[in-house]
């Protein structure tokens, strides 16, 4: 098996051999001296992620992947080595899969009417959810939830938890001062 670069990877008409060996390369967090950063990496990056992660087909796709996640241009991603790639491929695709779980734990856990939600048509809003998050802080904080995106996604996941924990703190508030009266 030759060392190659992702554009001779990309040019051979057989990738089987190399497919079968490298997808099982220990993830790594680190391409071309890059890493992806948890604290920089922002809301509109992390679902350009996701996105591209369902929907990617092609190298070009993964390209523009490793371009977000990595902060990189086109042509380092082209002249980097095949095992740095499916290594650095390995870790976004384990970063994905960790941050959904994460995020599906965090947000179920913010909607503890989900029931009452559901029966009052909050399913027909399920084509939204990437942007959801957004309108709720928006609405919080007087912002268009377009400025949002360029945020930290970590920032957004915890102001969302941070306000669910206060409503339910302020709620239980008002129900013993009531209580006390």
Same mark, same amino acid.
């Not at 890493?35 to 996701?50: G, P, S, W």
């Not at 992947?65 to 991603?77: G, L, P, S």
């Not at 095992?83 to 913010?110: C, R």
């Given at each position: 098996?030759?060392?190659?670069t992702?554009?001779?990877?990309?040019?051979?008409?057989?990738?089987?051999?190399?497919?079968?060996?490298l997808n099982?390369?220990?993830?790594?967090?680190?391409?071309c001296?890059?890493?992806?950063?948890?604290?920089?990496?922002?809301?509109?990056?992390?679902?350009?992620?996701?996105?591209? +992660?369902?929907? /990617?087909?092609?190298?070009?796709?993964?390209?523009?992947m490793?371009?977000?996640?990595?902060n990189i241009?086109?042509?380092?991603?082209?002249?980097?080595?095949?095992e740095?790639?499916?290594?650095?491929?390995?870790?976004?695709?384990?970063?994905?899969?960790?941050?959904?779980?994460?995020?599906?734990?965090?947000?179920?856990?913010?909607?503890?009417?989900a029931?009452?939600?559901?029966?009052?048509? /909050?399913?027909?809003?399920?084509?939204?959810s990437?942007?959801?998050?957004?309108?709720?802080?928006?609405?919080?904080?007087?912002?268009?939830?377009?400025?949002?995106?360029?945020?930290?996604?970590?920032?957004?996941?915890?102001?969302?938890?941070?306000?669910?924990?206060? +409503?339910?703190?302020?709620?239980?508030?008002?129900?013993?001062?009531?209580?006390?009266?």
């Amino acid at each position: 098996m030759d060392k190659l670069t992702i554009k001779q990877y990309s040019q051979l008409f057989d990738t089987l051999e190399y497919d079968l060996i490298l997808n099982a390369l220990k993830p790594l967090n680190k391409f071309c001296n890059s890493k992806l950063d948890y604290n920089k990496i922002t809301y509109a990056e992390v679902r350009k992620l996701f996105y591209l +992660s369902n929907n /990617g087909k092609t190298l070009d796709d993964m390209c523009n992947m490793f371009v977000i996640a990595f902060n990189i241009d086109k042509q380092t991603f082209w002249s980097a080595s095949i095992e740095e790639y499916f290594s650095a491929k390995n870790y976004i695709v384990k970063y994905l899969k960790d941050t959904q779980e994460k995020e599906v734990k965090l947000l179920k856990s913010i909607d503890a009417d989900a029931g009452l939600w559901e029966q009052a048509g /909050g399913s027909t809003l399920n084509v939204f959810s990437d942007l959801m998050p957004l309108v709720q802080l928006g609405e919080i904080y007087g912002i268009y939830p377009y400025d949002l995106q360029n945020k930290a996604y970590n920032e957004i996941l915890t102001l969302l938890v941070l306000h669910n924990k206060k +409503s339910k703190v302020q709620s239980k508030f008002n129900e013993l001062r009531s209580k006390k009266k």
